[in-house]
């Protein structure tokens, strides 16, 4: 079972950049492909990148966040990463990693983008 343990959010301004982690414990991450997902208020849960098992590749991403943000991994750390430039408003949200398919949900980051 994978434990997952986000942090990296904060206050930022609209243009800004945040680089999200995503620590996990637990056996075999490099045998997951993992994924980054957020919530704003009010709102469903949505997806927002993913990345496969070996960090090949650039990753599949929402069409909101496309060109802004970037996923990344270190399977050698057991770390996902998601580098979000250029933020916007509308991308304020907690946001969450985990494997796919789904496991238990971790507590999230909250990130806020003021105008």
């Known amino acids: 079972q994978v434990q997952l343990v986000e942090s990296g959010g904060g206050l930022v301004q609209a243009g800004g950049s945040l680089r999200l982690s995503c620590a996990a414990s637990?056996?075999?991450?490099?045998?997951?492909?993992m994924g980054w997902f957020r919530q704003a208020p009010g709102k469903e849960r949505e997806f927002v990148a993913a990345?496969?098992?070996?960090?090949?590749?650039?990753?599949n991403y929402a069409e909101s966040v496309k060109g802004r943000f970037t996923i990344s991994r270190d399977n050698a750390k057991s770390t996902v990463y998601l580098q979000m430039n250029n933020l916007k408003p509308e991308d304020t949200a907690v946001y969450y990693c985990?494997?796919?398919?789904?496991?238990?949900w971790g507590q999230g980051t909250q990130v806020t983008v003021s105008s």
């Open positions: 637990g056996r075999a991450f490099s045998a997951y492909n």
């Open positions: 985990n494997a796919i398919p789904l496991r238990p």
């Open positions: 990345m496969g098992r070996s960090g090949g590749g650039t990753g």
